[in-house]
């Protein structure tokens, strides 16, 4: 399909629309030229003093539609973009039959616009804003409102000399069929594993002498891969141990370890980290669901979950989080509730509900009945779940979303009231720097000031991190560049 731009620079804006509608699409941009032939989308404006003047076609098989419009006010640009999405999405709505929950919002992080809309508005113009100008479904501006409350306390408990640690182990023991993330079986990588831990060690020295040097205090850590429990408990202590001898932990508040795989744990492993300086981990199950976990290609089984938490009470861990998938091929609404149940009945402090992220989206969404039905069907495990959360006394403190997840619904991060997790909303919310450290991880620099962000990024691939090592070395000391700069006064 064709995706044609006449006059303006709106293309990011409308092929994330399309692909709202058509995630597989095969997009061809095509800029200032009248060719209309074949399926496509074409967006024109022409902008004088006064007005901007936008004409908006689709066409795509048998459905055609084309509508014009001027604009007369502030902000001509901007506005104009506004009101040419809010075109495209009515005729894609028109052309699929299909109105997403998330109406025209396609961001990560939909709560990062509520706080943008509450610097100049009030919440009830902020409101109106969401279902009105961005069409976003009432239950999820309700679930944006209450995210954006639980996340505020904890974003404005971070001071300005404050920043997060992030460290990437990115080795599992096998891999999800549904992962999406950069991370490497351990059979095929356990070579690299010392090489790997030792330089890991080095790089958060390096970033602790840097910390240091800015005057920034730690305020949180999350371990996280990946499964870090991947790694036999003296690796894991070695890195652990790295960390409270590097930094100056007077301001820290928490500790997070995933320890994602319930069959990546031991007596002696949880033992060993609960008397580190770990405060909260994770043990994942995505879902309760034997037939479903042996067919997304993890090793473990629902009774594997109920010992490893009852190894991790044992040990003395009362902060663990659980994540679960709604979505997974097999899985009914009845039970992904029995899994939303059973993590409950865990009493599991947070409960991370999931939305399946398609590797390769499989999803098009015109008008296949099938689709559809797996659309609705997982939306209606997360409203659901949603109530089954807040009757049991969570509370929704974080959210995202993620590109490919079915229906473009969300993940959000329940907690049991005092148990929040403030690493996720330091990180989501980008309320101060986080450091990364470890293949694929990434530096998020945040000027309070401006709110700009400045992300630096290490090697993707643990090989390439270990052969390109003085690199990263030399990212992190041109991080701690950008952040003297924006030091001074
Ligand atoms: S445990 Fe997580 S990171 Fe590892 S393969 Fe599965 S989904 Fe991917």
């Not at 996280?224 to 932990?249: A, N």
């Not at 820290?252 to 069959?263: F, H, I, K, Y």
């Not at 991370?352 to 499989?362: C, D, G, M, Q």
């Not at 630096?456 to 052969?467: F, G, L, S, T």
Request: net charge negative; with cysteine; proline share 3%.
């Amino acid at each position: 399909m064709k995706l044609i731009i006449n006059g303006n620079d709106y293309h990011y804006e409308f092929e994330q629309l399309i692909r709202v509608f058509m995630p597989d699409v095969k997009l061809e941009k095509i800029f200032d030229s009248p060719c209309v032939e074949g399926d496509f989308v074409l967006c024109e404006s022409v902008q004088s003093e006064h007005d901007i003047s936008l004409r908006v076609i689709c066409s795509i098989s048998e459905f055609s539609c084309k509508k014009s419009e001027v604009y007369v006010g502030d902000n001509l640009y901007k506005q104009g973009e506004l009101i040419a999405c809010k075109i495209l999405y009515s005729m894609l709505c028109a052309y699929s039959g299909y109105r997403p929950e998330w109406g025209m919002q396609t961001g990560v992080r939909p709560t990062k616009i509520f706080f943008n809309l509450l610097r100049n508005n009030t919440e009830a113009q902020a409101v109106k804003y969401l279902e009105e100008d961005l069409f976003i479904s009432k239950s999820k501006v309700n679930l944006i409102t209450e995210v954006c409350k639980n996340e505020k306390a904890v974003m404005d408990s971070s001071r300005t000399n404050q920043f997060s640690l992030y460290v990437s182990v990115p080795f599992c023991p096998t891999r999800c069929s549904y992962c999406s993330f950069i991370s490497h079986s351990f059979d095929s990588i356990k070579k690299l594993i010392p090489e790997y831990v030792r330089l890991l060690c080095e790089e958060i020295a390096q970033i602790a002498a840097l910390t240091k040097e800015l005057h920034l205090y730690l305020r949180t850590v999350y371990i996280g891969g990946g499964t870090p429990t991947v790694l036999d408990t003296k690796q894991l202590l070695s890195i652990c141990e790295e960390i409270q001898r590097d930094f100056d932990l007077s301001q820290l508040s928490e500790v997070t370890l995933e320890a994602g795989r319930p069959d990546t744990l031991s007596e002696e492993k949880l033992n060993a980290i609960k008397n580190s300086f770990v405060t909260r981990i994770t043990i994942n199950a995505q879902t309760f669901n034997d037939e479903i976990l042996a067919s997304i290609g993890r090793k473990h089984t629902a009774d594997d979950m109920y010992l490893a938490y009852a190894c991790a009470r044992k040990a003395g861990f009362d902060n663990i989080n659980t994540d679960l998938i709604a979505g997974l091929e097999g899985e009914s609404t009845q039970s992904f509730l029995h899994s939303v149940q059973s993590a409950i009945d865990l009493s599991a402090e947070n409960i991370t509900v999931h939305t399946l992220a398609l590797k390769r989206s499989s999803f098009l969404i015109t008008r296949d009945e099938a689709k559809g039905k797996i659309e609705a069907a997982t939306s209606n495990m997360i409203t659901k779940a949603n109530s089954l959360l807040k009757e049991n006394g969570y509370i929704p403190y974080y959210m995202y979303r993620q590109s490919k997840s079915v229906g473009n619904l969300e993940n959000t991060g329940w907690s049991k009231p005092g148990h929040i997790c403030e690493y996720n909303i330091f990180m989501m919310e980008e309320v101060h720097h986080v450091f990364g450290a470890g293949a694929g991880a990434v530096t998020r620099l945040v000027d309070t000031d401006t709110r700009s962000i400045r992300r630096i990024y290490n090697y993707k691939y643990p090989y390439e991190y270990i052969d390109g090592f003085a690199e990263m070395i030399k990212r992190k000391k041109d991080a701690a560049d950008v952040i003297k700069k924006w030091q001074k006064p």
